[in-house]
């Protein structure tokens, strides 16, 4: 499969604990994108990167969540301190510089319980 | 700040009747992007608009752009069950900001006998 991949699907957690997600790019894409969607909305968007440099942050994203692409490859987006609030689907996408179009992962949905 | 809007939200269809979905924004958007969302799974692309007057079809879905109205329209041709779906649409604000979609609220597009 060489889609964007990532990983866990699935993550439940205790309101408080550290999460940390993973996302793997389409080889050779060197911008990466992370979304938020929560129930019956669509996604918004919270950070990309060209390459390992992070070149813009939404407000979205509170100091609790950094997100980090060290070798231009893969991605991590960590959520300290989870708050019931932060439960939605994280998705990451990919894309080529000057390409019309992004694709994206199957996503990671956190529940904060 | 780029702001899209989607009308309806919702949409009940029967088999074999046609309908469109709307897509406003509010500024000036690089691009127009249409996705399908099925429950619990990710974002799907159906059609990416580049300029003025683009037209694309596939199969039983067709969308336009009008960057002077700042709309854009998926319209559904004899609808069929398994377009039954969540419609988005999203815009690029172009410029240092390539790249980064800002999505409409979706349409859940339920088709029925």
């Known amino acids: 499969d060489t889609g964007v991949s990532q990983n866990p699907r699935h993550k439940i957690t205790k309101r408080g604990q550290n999460v940390t997600f993973r996302c793997d790019p389409i080889?050779?894409?060197?911008?990466l994108y992370w979304y938020r969607q929560t129930l019956g909305q669509g996604p918004e968007f919270l950070t990309y990167?060209?390459?390992?440099?992070?070149?813009?942050k939404s407000r979205l994203l509170s100091d609790r969540f950094s997100a980090e692409r060290p070798k231009g490859s893969f991605s991590t987006l960590e959520i300290q301190r989870t708050e019931q609030g932060d439960s939605a689907m994280y998705l990451c996408?990919?894309?080529?510089?000057?390409?019309?179009?992004?694709?994206f992962g199957q996503g990671t949905r956190l529940t904060v319980v | 700040e780029l702001k899209v809007e989607q009308n309806p939200l919702f949409l009940s269809m029967q088999e074999g009747k046609n309908y469109t979905i709307y897509c406003n924004y509010s500024t000036t958007s690089d691009r127009l992007y249409w996705y399908r969302q099925d429950p619990g799974k990710s974002l799907e692309s159906l059609f990416v608009l580049l300029s003025n007057g683009a037209v694309k079809q596939e199969g039983r879905l067709m969308a336009s752009l009008d960057t002077k109205a700042r709309l854009s329209t998926l319209h559904i041709t004899a609808a069929v069950h398994d377009l039954s779906a969540t419609y988005f649409c999203?815009?690029?604000?172009?410029?240092?900001?390539?790249?980064?979609?800002?999505f409409g609220q979706g349409t859940i597009l339920t088709v029925h006998p």
């Open positions: 990167f060209q390459n390992e440099a992070q070149l813009e």
């Open positions: 996408a990919s894309s080529f510089t000057g390409s019309t179009e992004a694709f």
């Open positions: 999203a815009g690029n604000a172009g410029g240092t900001s390539y790249g980064k979609l800002t």
């Open positions: 080889s050779e894409h060197n911008r």
